[in-house]
């Protein structure tokens, strides 16, 4: 199973992006799928995880800013970010949830200026 994060870019503060994850292999429907960030300096952590049944859940951080969502058909996971700040530039990746190590792709770099 291969997964690509794609999206990423240089933004000011308050603007927004949004990630894509293309999953190889059909494992977004039966999976609780997550995006993970890390920023330089600081250890991998979560940011959004979306079950299998479609609920939703988010690091205290993004809430009320990022939202999670999923394409089941294309196998695609999405993050969309608003309201960015410089405390969000990071490497963002996704993968299952909870994360398993063999499936952690190269990531997209997210960087917000202030």
Same mark, same amino acid.
């Given at each position: 199973?291969? *997964?690509?994060?794609?999206?990423?870019? *240089?933004v000011?503060?308050?603007?927004?992006?949004?990630?894509?994850?293309?999953?190889?292999?059909?494992?977004?429907?039966?999976?609780?799928?997550?995006?993970?960030?890390?920023?330089?300096?600081?250890?991998? @952590?979560?940011?959004?995880?979306?079950?299998?049944?479609?609920?939703?859940?988010?690091?205290?951080?993004?809430?009320?800013r990022?939202?999670?969502?999923?394409?089941?058909?294309?196998?695609?996971?999405? *993050?969309?970010?608003?309201? *960015?700040?410089? @405390?969000?530039?990071?490497?963002?990746?996704?993968?299952?949830h909870?994360? @398993?190590?063999?499936?952690?792709?190269?990531?997209?770099?997210?960087?917000?200026?202030?």
């Open positions: 199973v291969q *997964l690509q994060a794609s999206g990423g870019g *240089l000011q503060a308050g603007g927004s992006l949004s990630l894509s994850c293309s999953v190889s292999g059909s494992i977004v429907r039966a999976n609780n799928m997550a995006w993970y960030r890390r920023a330089p300096g600081k250890q991998r @952590e979560w940011v959004a995880f979306i079950t299998s049944g479609g609920s939703a859940e988010y690091r205290g951080s993004v809430k009320g990022f939202t999670i969502s999923r394409d089941n058909d294309r196998n695609t996971v999405y *993050l969309q970010m608003n309201n *960015l700040k410089p @405390e969000d530039t990071a490497v963002y990746y996704c993968n299952r909870p994360y @398993e190590s063999a499936m952690w792709g190269q990531g997209t770099q997210v960087t917000v200026s202030s």
